[in-house]
Nanobody, 123 residues
Framework: DVQLVESGGGSVETGGSLRLSCATS????????MAWFRQTPGKEREGVAV?????YVAEAVRDRFAVSEDKGQNLFNLQLNNLSPDDSAIYYC????????????????????WGQGTQVTVS
């Protein structure tokens, strides 16, 4: 059973930073396509970043968000910098058994496994 556990969310002021982490098993971390999504009330879940063969960050946030990995601890991280209130959302980690290239965002329906989400609030 695949488990994804997000952490690192919280409340920050405009311009602040947060580092979100997604913890999973070594097997999932090493072999699955992994991604970050975010969702606000009343809106569809949107892709933020994906890691496959390569890593891709959505163009809208690429100048402020970055993906990093801690392979020793099987952590898939999302660094959020220069945050604005528009970035307030629940951020979700997702994983898919289907290999992804990492050259572009992958639709939500491709992902079988989801974390519980972590809230990011920017005021």
């Amino acid at each position: 059973d695949v488990q994804l556990v997000e952490s690192g969310g919280g409340s920050v002021e405009t311009g602040g930073s947060l580092r979100l982490s997604c913890a999973t098993s070594e097997f999932t971390y090493s072999t699955y396509c992994m991604a970050w999504f975010r969702q606000t009330p009343g809106k569809e879940r949107e892709g933020v970043a994906v890691r496959g063969v390569s890593t891709y960050v959505a163009e809208a946030v690429r100048d402020r968000f970055a993906v990093s990995e801690d392979k020793g601890q099987n952590l898939f991280n999302l660094q959020l910098n220069n945050l604005s209130p528009d970035d307030s959302a629940i951020y979700y980690c997702a994983a898919s058994k289907t290999v992804c290239s990492g050259h572009g965002l992958v639709p939500t329906e491709r992902f079988e496994y989801w974390g519980q989400g972590t809230q990011v609030t920017v005021s």
